[in-house]
């Protein structure tokens, strides 16, 4: 940019009936991207002007989905509802210069018109009865809508930076209503009003609001405003590309998070649905922020594929440090839904300990709900419960085989990953037995289960007065 360049300002416009969905998230992520990569802001507007659903608590979760994906926006959270007046003053003035009517149709003659329309095949549109006539033959009390005086001939052009030149037929506009006749403004004029008010540069939403843009620009034009640069961005699909719903992964972003996926994961897996940078899968999000601009959007629906999320997660968990991974950990377990020995809080004894299983423990998980899982074997209370493949190992010779390895761990002078291995190996030659042969039951009678990190670490994470306990329990049985 240089230095007389508008500063690139974008917003994200969450209407807060729910939690921050995933196709919203990700709607929210690349205008923060291309406010980011421009050295611009990005903007939050709470679209609350439909009272009946709009909630406090969605607001909310809506701030905190934001938040947990690293979404910082710039000022305050704005209000659409606390700008009524605002939306009122300028629908009045299109009044004043001509630009727009009153009109005091009654529900009973829309109705008719709407039924006329269909008779004749045609879609419902208002007439424009009142376009010409003077406000003063209303009936008496009567409280008009505000409508926009629409062109009948030609077209508008929306410029779109992903679909490109975007034509409207006029003939097919009808003079919608700006203001409802209790005073509040459309959705179509309260955008316009606020994007303008806002110092909007670039609006990037889903290309459902497409034809919104074309309305948009009429509203624009009356008022003599510059349109602001448009990107109407893929919607996301389930895998077989119906339209996404929540058994493909339409869920807010706290469902994501108490599922174990971390931000940054979550943020990269986001910014590959319907934008690319050549064949880059993952991608640091510096290297988003550098590199994200319009050339790299799709025009199709992006497909949501809960499988490559997982897979790339897994890369994140596996390159991540140990102390984010037990402070991520930490952050959802008041979250989780698993079964796990430990609370809803993490203690500094349980901390140490995860922090030192963690190079073992995350490189097989793909979730943070799957380390918590495996780490369970670390909080376990004697007996131990064993899982049924774990069982039979030890019913098949398994708790014999630990009773003979015992006495050699017990005079083990230190207990380390290399004396312990040392140990077993020395105890399987010693009997010809095939590592695997010890090392089976051995991990069965530490941690309940056939499937843990590397036994050895276990055996040191553990440490010496846990796993002898635990290997004796196993002895006997």
Sequence with gaps: MTSEAKTVVTRFAPSPTGFLHIGGARTALFNWLYARANNGKM?????????????????????????????????????????????????????????????????????????????????????????????????????????????????????????????FPNKDFDDFILLRSDGTPTYMHAVVVDDHDMGVSHIIRGDDHLTNAGRQTLIYAALGWDVPVMAHIPLIHGPDGAKLSKRHGALGAEAYRSMGYLPEALRNYLVRLGWAHGDDEIMSTEEMIEWFDFDGMNKGAARFDFAKLEALNGHYIRHAGDTHLVDEIARILPEVEIETPLGKTLQEDEREKLLAAMPGLKERAK?????????????????????????????????????????????????????????????????????GKVAQPLRAALTGRTTSPGVFDVLAVLGREECLARLGDAARL
């Design 43 to 167: 903007l939050l507007r709470i679209e609350d002007t439909d009272r009946e659903r709009s909630t406090d608590a969605a607001v909310d979760a809506i701030l905190d989905g934001l938040s947990w994906l690293g979404l910082d926006w710039d000022g305050e959270p704005i209000s659409q509802f606390s700008r009524a007046a605002r939306h009122r003053e300028v629908a009045e003035q299109l009044v004043a210069a001509g630009k727009a009517y009153y009109c005091f149709a009654s529900q009973q003659e829309l109705e008719e018109m709407r039924e006329k329309a269909r008779a004749e095949g045609r879609p419902p549109r208002y007439d424009g009865r009142w376009r010409d006539r003077d406000p003063a033959e209303a009936p008496a009390g009567a409280r008009g809508v505000i409508r926009i005086k629409a062109p009948r001939d030609g077209h508008t052009i929306v410029q779109d930076q992903v679909q490109g030149e975007v034509k």
């Design 367 to 435: 979730t943070l709900v799957e380390l918590i899982d495996s780490a369970a074997y670390l909080f376990a209370h004697r007996p131990l419960a064993f899982e049924e493949k774990a069982a039979a190992i030890l019913a098949d010779g398994g708790s014999a085989t630990i009773a003979d390895l015992l006495p050699g761990l017990e005079t083990l002078e230190t207990w380390t990953v290399e004396s312990t291995e040392a140990a077993v190996r020395a105890f399987a030659e010693s009997r010809q037995l095939k590592l």
